[in-house]
């Protein structure tokens, strides 16, 4: 990786854990990202995204 690459593969670390299932890995790789200002928005985002899809499997799992 060059210099300032890192932050780009913490981002795609978190999204790559997500579709493998793994969502805490995920949250982890992207907590990392987004204490870089340029994919900060980003990781933000998805660790949302995450939160709400775990929520979303909690529910429908209490209501089986």
């Known amino acids: 990786?060059?210099?300032g690459d890192s932050v780009y593969a913490?981002?795609?670390m978190g999204v790559?854990?997500?579709r493998l299932g793994q969502?805490?890995?995920a949250v982890?790789?992207?907590e990392r990202a987004k204490n870089y200002k340029n994919?900060?928005?980003n990781a933000n985002a998805y660790?949302?995204?995450i939160q709400?899809?775990?929520s979303m499997k909690k529910e429908l799992a209490l209501n089986d």
């Open 28 to 30: 982890t790789a992207l």
């Open 1 to 3: 990786l060059r210099d």
């Open 16 to 18: 790559a854990y997500q």
């Open 23 to 25: 969502p805490e890995q």
């Open 39 to 41: 994919v900060a928005k």
């Open 10 to 12: 913490y981002l795609q």
């Open 52 to 54: 709400q899809i775990e």
């Open 47 to 49: 660790i949302s995204y």
